[in-house]
């Protein structure tokens, strides 16, 4: 056992903390991770309102990349010293979807069976069984996926979650390839991350979309080749125009991400899609949302498929050292979504700005 600092949220809406933590020793098909950065996400965020569960105290952070330090009994996938993005989903190997071969739909996810505690032995729950707003974190072997070494922490961190979410919702989800346009809906950090996801696959036009023209600027930095203000105008008759002119005929894009976790943006994204198309949730809804109310007959007249994407339906051993190279050959601009780097004291000031918009995100650098 150690003793290390770490970010907790106590109880519901109060600020969060810096406390000292106890970290066992890694037992069995666990490992402890020495946390060289961690990214700041609205699930933190969600998880410190109450909105997620209430196991609280919550031990904050889970977009996270450091150092294995100590692996316990059995552990083969990494040893001490390598240099890893954390995940969360180790999969299982056992359920129906790991069997049949497509561990990307695994919901039986494995994390560390031992606690983390409070100096007074108080159980932790780790977010999204994490817990990086930490020196050091303990997690299952499995969630510790070998990258690059050389790569920048605070960068490849991020695709422990919300860019990996967006990279793979075009990508693994969508089937973004050469010859489709694809259009997102919503351009915070998963949304331009689907964008710079359509572009590594080479699609075109791709098409970002959002009601914040700030937002829209990022957008084309990332790959985006054509951009709606949906404040000003119309975004499905918008997309119809602009995919129509690259295929004509094309009565919406190939490929439409929705990246904002709303009815009213689901709808516009189901019918800014070209007939046979494909439309992606990727944004996370709130419970008391429901489905907006659409003909059936446009369903089925439509074709297509309607689909969601978890975790842009990665898989972590396959997917992060992939596309860890193609950051360090600069192909995919991962530094484009760390808006700043910030000390473990500035979390609260982050959720702040991410709350208002202002970030993709906020990098704590430990
Ligand atoms: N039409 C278009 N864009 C919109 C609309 C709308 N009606 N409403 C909001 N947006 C845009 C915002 O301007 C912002 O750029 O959607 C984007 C949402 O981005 P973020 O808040 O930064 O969220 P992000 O991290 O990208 O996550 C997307 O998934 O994880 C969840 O809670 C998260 O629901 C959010 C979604
Ligand atoms: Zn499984
Ligand atoms: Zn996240």
Known sequence: MQQVQAVIARAKDAPVEIVTINVPDPGPGEAVVAIQACGVCHTDLHYRQGGINDEFPFLLGHEAAGVVESVGEGVTEVAPGDFVVLNWRAVCGECRACKRGEQQYCFNTANATQKMTLEDGTELTPALGIGAFADKTLVAAGQCTKVD???????????????????????????????????????????????????????????????????????KKLGATHTVDSSQVDPVEAIREIASKTYPGAEGADIVIEAVGRPETWKQAFYARDLAGTVVLVGVPTPEMTVPEIPLLDVFGRGGSLKSSWYGDCLPSRDFPMLVDLYQQGRLDLDAFVTEEISINDIEAAFERMHHGDVLRSVVVL
């Open 149 to 219: 070494p050389s790569a920048r922490p605070a960068a490849v961190g991020l695709l422990g979650c919300g860019i990996m979410a967006g990279i793979g919702a075009a990508i693994n989800t969508g089937g973004a390839t050469r010859g489709k346009s694809v259009a997102v809906i919503g351009c915070g950090g998963v949304g331009v991350a689907a964008i710079a996801g359509a572009a590594l696959a080479g699609s075109s036009p791709i098409i970002a979309v959002d009601i914040d023209a700030k937002k829209l600027e990022t957008a």
